[in-house]
């Protein structure tokens, strides 16, 4: 338990701005996993990268924005569930969104237990200080 809250203050307490990363990563995926590097070693001399999945309960304790800017990165995460609550509920003042690939609703749509949320994804993205995704779509 201490430990955990220690990394978390540990974290708080860096002058760099703070990163979250959103991002299909710790998966084996070569692709995913290299747009995560890559983003952190252009960016680890200005950000402070969390270094987990999940953003910790103590950050709730905090007003206002933790993080200077939460990033969606490598993985097909738009219009996937799991991650808009990811993206949108990250206490950040910038929202970036760099080498996401997007879920195809025309694929996604044949299997039942998948739920929509590419209207929320598009509310999202419009209110996304920068926008890069892969793909030709």
């Known amino acids: 338990m201490w430990s955990r809250s220690f990394a978390e203050f540990k974290f708080l307490m860096s002058r760099r701005n ?6 299909w990563d710790g998966h084996q995926n070569l692709g995913d996993e290299v ?3 890559a983003i952190q070693r252009l960016l680890c ?3 402070a990268f969390y270094p ?3 953003t ?10 933790v993080f200077d800017v939460v990033l969606l990165g ?6 996937m569930p799991a991650y808009v609550h990811a ?3 990250t206490p950040a003042a910038s929202r970036v969104v760099f080498g996401t690939g997007v879920a ?3 694929f996604w749509n044949q299997i039942p237990e998948h739920s929509q949320h590419l209207k929320e994804w598009i509310a999202l993205i419009n209110q996304a200080d920068y926008v890069g995704v892969r793909g030709p779509l």
């Open 45 to 47: 001399h200005r950000f």
């Open 18 to 23: 703070k990163l979250f990363y959103v991002g």
């Open 52 to 54: 987990k999945k999940y």
């Open 56 to 65: 910790s309960r103590v950050f709730k304790l905090i007003p206002g924005n």
């Open 87 to 89: 993206f949108r509920d």
């Open 104 to 106: 195809l609703p025309e």
């Open 74 to 79: 490598g993985g097909t995460l738009i219009n």
């Open 35 to 37: 747009v995560r590097l």
